[in-house]
């Protein structure tokens, strides 16, 4: 049927096809015509935000809570603004449709307000960007942005819409959508045959083998297929700090986190003294390898690694087999493989819950003296695993907001309940991630921050008050940026920096003026009470709690681990 549509007309219309219900963003006057088009014609809900900043990491956490490419809209005047989120999501293989409005074409080269080469800009973090410069060409062209998003290696799609593109009209003759492609991954190509073979030759010949799972593997959902796999042949499962939940973390074959980010030393000891390593879905990059440094010397292993990402296989260490494919759809072949054509197989049961429950006992019940006037952050996460609801979902910083949870927190249901933004690590992440979460569940959400973060971020307080979701800000503030604090103390041996410092906030009362529900945590004894009372409350809530910066009571980073070691310094690991 041919309908003659006007560009912001053919936009909505697409997107609605493509079962998008939520944009997140932030007006503009290059956006004026899609509005009007859009209040009286979508029931797409907006999710206005203070900064584009913020619009750009809640859809990305959105995206990788609800399974679905998420749009991301924003007006030219803050299109650079944009790129923190675009980013991590481009690094963390999240597919976002981002849309930015634009002056008419080439009036950027008259110095129009606002004009710059906004395609030049994003193609280096999107998988593809172009711009729209016929409103026929839109369908063709949407269709294309949600399958280049959604397939291969997800990632985002830039596309530019000038503002004369929102009202001239066309005659649209090809108005549908490839359902598909509203969700990821879209397509679940099989690794090669005869590699999935050699693969399993490889595992069944090990003595002590190990698999690790990047987030790639939760990308896949490939949960059960990495537990058919484990079970069936008594191998553990560790994850790096993203790939959290991969599989339950209280399951007996499950390590838990490895690495630099909440690797605690059990678990990467066992990674290490491994003879075989099976990385499923990760880009083995530095924080999930401790600098490359985790598994000793390559020499001495033996390597696997799956992913879809061709780029990714091998790139780090060198393999006995790579394997090119889907996570879920390979893995549930090489146990289809093993089952059949090794059919009396049988190997020790593996359990060890025993290994985790002495490792977190001793950290849970070490009482280690806090400096003056904190509380430890160890009590805060013991508490929150015990109570979070199993519908809860957890935001974190990167820095001393996230090490304890990606160490302590325990994931009981495998998915995305643990969110941290490590493929890029900028600051201000957990509350527009937590934006986000809330938009894509039902649950409470739970965002861990910092202060050095949460400065970033404050005028988005009004964005969760005006929501009505039920979400909690923690903050753990010692009035420091505390990760370059520490890793200059612990690692360049400087004495004072001098650049990560600042002022204190009363930040209780900054959130009580945003209409939170605020408390602030003074002792041990009082965390408990005041997390229930915020969890059951359905508004916006604040905790602020005062804990040691990393260099005065070191967390679970190797490298700052073994520093404290020789300066006996408080740590733990």
Not at 182 to 189: E, L, Y
Not at 203 to 227: D, H, R, W
Not at 271 to 281: Q, Y
Not at 348 to 358: A, C, F, G, Q, S
Request: charged share 20%.
């Amino acid at each position: 049927m041919t309908q003659t549509m006007n560009g912001a007309q053919v936009i909505l219309k697409m997107l609605e096809l493509h079962g998008v219900r939520h944009v997140f963003g932030l007006p503009g006057e290059t956006t004026i015509g899609w509005y009007k088009e859009w209040q009286e014609h979508s029931n797409i809900e907006y999710v206005l935000t203070r900064d584009e900043r913020t619009a750009s990491f809640a859809a990305e956490a959105y995206a990788k809570i609800t399974g679905r490419p998420c749009v991301l809209e924003a007006p030219s005047p803050g299109v650079t603004h944009c790129t923190p989120g675009i980013t991590e999501a481009y690094l963390s293989s999240v597919p976002v449709i981002y849309f930015s409005s634009d002056i008419p074409i080439n009036q950027d080269k008259k110095h129009g307000l606002t004009g710059v080469d906004q395609t030049a800009l994003y193609a280096a973090i999107c998988k593809e960007s172009f711009v729209l410069t016929k409103v026929a060409e839109i369908p063709f062209l949407l269709r294309r942005a949600f399958r280049v998003a959604t397939s291969g290696r997800p990632a985002p799609v830039h596309i530019r819409v000038p503002i004369n593109v929102f009202h001239e009209e066309a005659e649209i003759t090809d108005l549908y959508a490839e359902p598909e492609y509203q969700f990821f991954p879209a397509h679940r190509p099989v690794a090669d045959h005869s590699r999935i073979r050699a693969a399993i030759d490889v595992l069944l010949a090990a003595k002590k083998p190990v698999i690790v799972c990047g987030q790639g593997a939760l990308i896949s959902k490939a949960t059960q297929a990495v537990l058919d796999l484990a079970e069936l042949l008594q191998i553990p499962v560790g994850t790096t700090t993203p790939a959290k939940g991969v599989i339950p973390e209280t399951h007996p074959l499950s390590l838990r986190v490895i690495g630099a980010r909440g690797g605690m030393e059990y678990s990467n000891s066992y990674v290490r003294e491994a003879d075989t390593v099976f990385f499923i879905g990760s880009n083995t990059d530095s924080s999930g390898t401790d600098h490359w440094k985790l598994y000793g010397d390559p020499k001495t292993k033996t390597f696997l690694h799956l992913d879809i990402a061709e780029a990714h296989v091998g790139n780090n260490f060198p393999l006995k087999v790579g394997m090119v494919g889907d996570a879920r759809a390979t893995l549930e072949y090489m146990v289809e493989l093993i089952r059949a054509e090794h059919p009396g197989i049988t190997r020790d049961k593996i359990d060890l819950t025993d290994i985790k429950r002495t490792a977190l006992d001793a950290v849970f019940n070490s009482n280690m003296p806090m400096p003056e006037g904190t509380v430890s952050p160890v009590k805060l996460t013991q508490v929150l695993d015990r109570i979070l609801p199993p519908d809860a979902i957890v935001t974190a910083e990167p820095g001393v907001s996230a090490i304890y949870p990606s160490a302590l927190m325990s994931v009981r249901e495998a998915g995305r309940r643990y969110i941290t933004n490590y493929s890029m690590g900028s600051l201000g992440y957990s509350v527009p991630a937590g934006i986000g979460a809330a938009f894509a569940s039902n649950g409470p959400v739970i965002s861990f921050t910092g202060d050095g973060s949460l400065a970033f971020v404050l005028g988005d307080f009004e964005t969760i008050r005006r929501s009505g979701k039920n979400i909690t800000v923690i903050l753990t503030r010692n009035d420091t940026y505390g990760w370059i604090r520490g890793e200059a103390i612990l690692l360049d041996n400087v004495d004072a920096p001098w650049t990560t410092d600042f002022g204190a906030v009363d930040y209780v009362k900054v959130a009580e003026g945003f209409g939170f529900k605020a408390a602030r945590i003074t002792s041990a004894d009082q965390i408990e009470e005041v997390l229930s009372e915020a969890i059951a409350n359905p508004g916006a809530n604040f905790i602020e709690m005062m804990v040691p910066s990393q260099d005065k009571i070191v967390p679970f980073v190797p490298a700052w681990v073994r520093t404290a070691k020789e300066r006996k310094l408080p740590y733990f690991a």
